[in-house]
């Protein structure tokens, strides 16, 4: 979806700068009017701008932040439940930034140390498991 | 794509430990060797993060566990070098190295005493009384093992590992009721962990099925068992651990329905058999619609580890067939 909102943006980006360019040129007209005026006679000009150009500035900001908005990545769930069930239910995968690398703050399942207990590895029995591992020709279920 | 080296590795696969520890070399060479730690450091732009620490001790259990002996004693050099022999934490990553390089028993009992030396010293090396509680239960002796963990929890009862540790220790010896107090404990400490509430609901629903079993207790665990379950879904959308659970329980259950049940009383009672049966639905629902979306690698579903998902659809699979050979 990003390049609808990239359009939207740019569209807005647009429109904006149309706007600024509608307003400057309108005060420059107004400027030599007012001077032509004085010298003419003595009748202030309205300095105010013309209700089209301000409505476009509206508009054109409406259409940038609207682009912005429908941009931004999904919100991260604030539910217990509903982040638990990404983290079981994606993995990795559901936590990764735009650019394919993996969030700096994600850290899986927290309580998963619970059972995995780091501060208590038997490592003799890991060195075992593995060379077992080995033996049997290690079947690669690595990804 | 290869596991963080952030995160501690002592759930990985052996593909995925073997892949960690490959990339010691690289790791290794890319890092500069010592750094110093003297205040004056701090002050200039250095490379050291906190990141590199938690680097290289997962690269050294990797390394020990692959038994890349050369690369394990190089972290642990450089861990040495930065933080001094006398840090608690360092301390256990050297013990851990020596067990590993142990070649027979005598050995094994030379490092635990070199541990009951240490914690001569200093009896709250909490590191170091975790290294001899899981070097004494490796060396199978499990009764010590308990009470020294009973002893570490006596001077530091908020350790939710370490009840969890004793929880495990007590239900390899087939002492349910104790493993599932201690594992009450882990869940006072940390009552949102859904894994934790999935764990006691197996270690309820173990004690129900052991063998010579009281008709009371066997109520009340398997009453319990539904609850630790149901909480662990409740806790975390979509979870297959917990659904699984809640199958093998309600269709336990459902299957002895046909025995008369003693009227039992209190919050342990179990739930009537239509609210047995509406989970019991509900559980095979979400295990289906889990294995059809996991198989088909749905994106947003591939987050579930294979084997769990296979002995799901076994679980169905089996309970299909029995329900087509009740038809017949």
């Known amino acids: 979806m990003t390049?609808?909102?990239?359009?939207?943006?740019?569209?807005?980006?647009?429109?904006?700068?149309?706007?600024?360019?509608?307003?400057?040129?309108?005060?420059?007209?107004?400027?030599?009017?007012?001077?032509?005026?004085?010298?003419?006679?003595?009748?202030?000009?309205?300095?105010?701008?013309?209700?089209?150009?301000?409505?476009?500035?509206?508009?054109?900001?409406?259409?940038?932040?609207?682009?912005?908005?429908?941009?931004?990545?999904?919100?991260?769930?604030i539910q217990w439940r509903v982040w638990a069930g990404k983290l079981e239910r994606e993995g990795v995968e559901g936590f990764m930034g735009n650019d394919g690398e993996m969030n700096r703050d994600y850290v899986g399942n927290p309580f998963r140390s619970l059972e995995t207990r780091p501060g208590f590895i038997d490592i003799r029995k890991q060195r075992k498991e593995f060379a077992n591992w080995v033996k049997s020709g290690g079947r690669s279920e690595a990804k | 794509m290869a596991p963080s080296l952030l995160h501690p590795p002592s759930q990985l696969s052996p593909g995925e430990a073997l892949q960690l520890s490959q990339q010691a070399p690289t790791v290794l060479q890319n890092s500069p060797s010592t750094i110093s730690s003297s205040p004056l450091a701090a002050l200039l732009p250095s490379s050291e993060t906190p990141d590199l620490w938690i680097k290289y001790e997962n690269l050294l259990l990797s390394c020990l566990r692959t038994g890349d002996e050369r690369a394990a004693h190089q972290c642990l050099e450089r861990l040495v070098a930065r933080f001094g022999n006398d840090n608690e934490r360092v301390m256990a990553l050297k013990g851990l190295v020596q067990e590993a390089d142990a070649q027979n028993n005598g050995e094994l009992e030379k490092i635990l005493k070199e541990y009951d030396q240490i914690l001569g010293d200093n009896n709250t090396n909490i590191p170091i009384t975790k290294r001899r509680i899981a070097l004494l239960r490796s060396m199978d002796r499990l009764p010590e093992a308990a009470s020294s963990l009973v002893q570490l929890l006596g001077f530091s009862p908020t350790d939710a590992e370490a009840w969890s540790e004793l929880a495990d220790i007590y239900l390899v010896q087939g002492m349910y009721q104790q493993a599932i107090y201690a594992m009450e404990e882990v869940l006072v400490l940390a009552p949102n962990a859904w894994n934790v509430h999935a764990r006691l609901g197996e270690m309820q629903y173990m004690a129900a099925t052991a063998p010579g079993v009281a008709s009371g207790t066997y109520e009340k665990s398997m009453a319990e068992a539904i609850k630790r379950f149901s909480r662990s879904i409740e806790l975390c959308d979509d979870y297959l651990r917990g659904y699984y659970g809640l199958k093998l329980v309600t269709k336990k259950l459902l299957k002895d329905a046909g025995k008369p049940a003693k009227e039992s009383e209190g919050e342990f009672s179990l739930p009537d058999s239509k609210t047995v049966e509406r989970l019991n639905e509900l559980a095979t629902a979400k295990l289906s619609e889990i294995i059809r979306r996991s198989t088909a690698q749905e994106r947003g579903w591939r987050g579930y580890d294979k084997l769990e998902v296979a002995a799901a659809r076994e679980l169905l699979v089996e309970e299909a067939s029995a329900a087509a050979a009740i038809e017949r």
Not at chain 1, 23 to 40: D, N
Request: glycine share 6%.
């Open chain 1, 3 to 77: 390049w609808i909102s990239k359009t939207i943006t740019a569209l807005g980006g647009l429109l904006l700068a149309h706007a600024c360019y509608s307003a400057q040129e309108h005060s420059s007209l107004q400027s030599f009017r007012a001077t032509a005026a004085t010298l003419a006679s003595s009748t202030p000009a309205a300095a105010s701008l013309p209700i089209d150009i301000a409505i476009e500035t509206v508009v054109a900001t409406f259409i940038i932040v609207l682009g912005l908005v429908t941009g931004t990545r999904p919100l991260r769930p």
